[in-house]
Nanobody
């Protein structure tokens, strides 16, 4: 099982910035994509941004132009969040889609989540 360790959440004022990071470790052959999802109280978990091993990225409409996802290397993904709004308040989860070592079958892992709170 691939393990994901997230860091960088916290409390920030509206208009501020935060940077989230997620590092993957474990028995995988290759990580195909990594991404960030978020879940606000009483809401479903939603996609924020994802990035493939080739560098292609997808963003939710609500964060386009404000958030940037990047990969420092094959196992580390960052989410730079600028111009934060109170509606960005949520628990942010890292997700990795990977090919297992030896079998190459695909699987996914989730991090435990990091709280982001934006005050107005």
């Amino acid at each position: 099982q691939v393990q994901l360790v997230e860091s960088g959440g916290g409390l920030v004022q509206s208009g501020g910035s935060l940077r989230l990071s997620c590092a993957a470790s474990g028995p995988f052959f290759r990580i195909n994509a990594m991404g960030w999802y978020r879940q606000a109280p009483d809401k479903q978990r939603e996609l924020v941004a994802t990035i493939t091993s080739g560098g292609s990225s997808v963003y939710a409409d609500s964060v386009k132009g404000r958030f940037t996802i990047s990969r420092d290397n094959a196992n580390l993904v960052n989410l730079q969040m600028n111009s934060l709004k109170p509606e960005d308040t949520a628990v942010y989860y890292c997700k990795a889609d990977y090919a297992k070592r030896y079998t190459l079958s695909t699987a996914s892992s989730w991090g435990q989540g990091t709280q982001v709170t934006v005050s107005s």
